[in-house]
Structure formats: C-alpha cells, structure tokens
T-cell receptor
Framework: GDSVTQMEGPVTLSEEACLTI???????????LFWYVQYPGEGLQLLLK?????DKGSNKGFEATYRKETTSFHLEKGSVQVSDSAVYFC?????????????FGSGTRLSIRP | NAGVTQTPKFQVLKTGQSMTLQCAQD?????MSWYRQDPGMGLRLIHY???????DQGEVPNGYNVSRSTTEDFPLRLLSAAPSQTSVYFC???????????FGPGTRLTVT
C-alpha cells in the first residue's frame, strides 16, 4: 500500500544552519505531496504542497520539490531560526482516493539552538 | 471563523469507562476525519466522513465509533476505554477532494 518514510529525529541545529529533512514515498499513480508542521501544543498546519512531478512547493523560506524519478519530497531551508523548532510531517494524498485521505510519515522533531 | 474546534483538551479515564470526544468545524467542509498520534508513528486515520450520514473506517477503527448527523459535527466515541487508547487525538476537515486538511488543536487522552 501507499506509504511515506521520513528521516528519524530528533534533528538539532544551530540558528542559521541549513536544513534538509528527507522524505520518500511509495504510491501508485500520481499522489499529491505535503509537508505539515506541528508547533508545540498545537495541531498540524499545512506548510507546503506539490501536486505534480517537478512542482516546487514553498512557504516561510521552506522548499520541497516533487521528484517522481526518485519518489522523494525532501524539505529544505537555507537558514533556520529558533522559531522553526517543531515536528515536521511528510504526507501524501493518493491519486486514487476520492476522499481527502492523507497518509502521514512518522514525523521529524527539529530543535534549533540560539 | 473558529475553524476546527475540539473538546476537551485533556481527559483522564479509567479502563472500561466511555466518553465522547467532540469535534466541530464552521467552514462547511464535507470531509471530516479523526486521527490518533502516537510517538514515532505519525498520525493514523481512525474514521472519516465524506458528508452528513456517511462514515467509513480508517486504518485503526477498532474500539471507536463515529456518527455524522450534521455537516458541522463529528464526535468520536470510546465505548470501553483501554490503556492502548492513550494518545493524542486530532480532528481534521477539508472540502471534498481538496487535499489540504485543517486540524483542530487536539485532545490528550490518558487511560489508566
């Protein structure tokens, strides 16, 4: 079945460091891909999305490119801030699904040191 | 526009007790769903609904019941709580087929 695999955390970086969180997926057809972020004590929020191959999603300095050839959707940011500390979830919505089903990865906790 | 609201925020139950987690949305979304979040396992879909009167099972439905009598409300019922149901529960909603889901703030449930 469809699934999402993302790098295990926690990831700890210093402020202004570069960030990459790896995400790969297994799916039939052409799923939509997402990154959600969960700040401490809150629910998940959509960070960015891409709906077809080679699309780049971007928001708040974060970017991810839909790579069909490598079935990947890695999250990147050039210079992280303390406020980026959160748990990040990679997710997909299957192309065959008529409902808004989303399959989530296990999450990566990111901590940024001042 | 309150978005997706959930009550209560925290709950402690004893094994065998029953309770209902409430979820409401004011965005007129057709699709609503319940997830549980456990450490290292991401979010797992419990039940979902594509409209009033229509519900279906997700990945981990055992021990939970749902109903959808209105577009706005989607309560989750635990009939006989078990320690394995200790988790954080999130409700989400979206327009049908819109992909992006809006999440509530969560309910942290502990079963002793």
């Amino acid at each position: 079945g469809d699934s999402v695999t993302q790098m295990e955390g926690p990831v700890t970086l210093s402020e202004e460091a570069c960030l990459t969180i790896n995400c790969t997926y297994t799916a039939t057809g052409y799923p939509s891909l997402f990154w959600y972020v969960q700040y401490p004590g809150e629910g998940l929020q959509l960070l960015l999305k891409a709906t077809k191959a080679d699309d780049k999603g971007s928001n708040k300095g974060f970017e991810a490119t839909y790579r069909k050839e490598t079935t990947s959707f890695h999250l990147e940011k050039g210079s992280v801030q303390v406020s980026d500390s959160a748990v990040y979830f990679c997710a997909l919505s299957p192309s065959y699904s008529s409902a808004s089903k989303i399959i989530f990865g296990s999450g990566t906790r990111l901590s940024i040191r001042p | 526009n309150a978005g997706v609201t959930q009550t209560p925020k925290f709950q402690v139950l004893k094994t065998g007790q029953s309770m209902t987690l409430q979820c409401a949305q004011d965005m007129n979304h057709e699709y609503m769903s319940w997830y549980r979040q456990d450490p290292g396992m991401g979010l797992r879909l419990i039940h979902y609904s594509v409209g009033a009167g229509i519900t279906d099972q997700g990945e981990v439905p055992n021990g939970y019941n749902v109903s959808r009598s209105t577009t706005e409300d989607f309560p989750l019922r635990l009939l006989s709580a078990a320690p394995s149901q200790t988790s954080v529960y999130f409700c989400a909603s979206s327009y049908q087929g819109a992909n992006e889901q809006y999440f509530g703030p969560g309910t942290r449930l502990t079963v002793t």
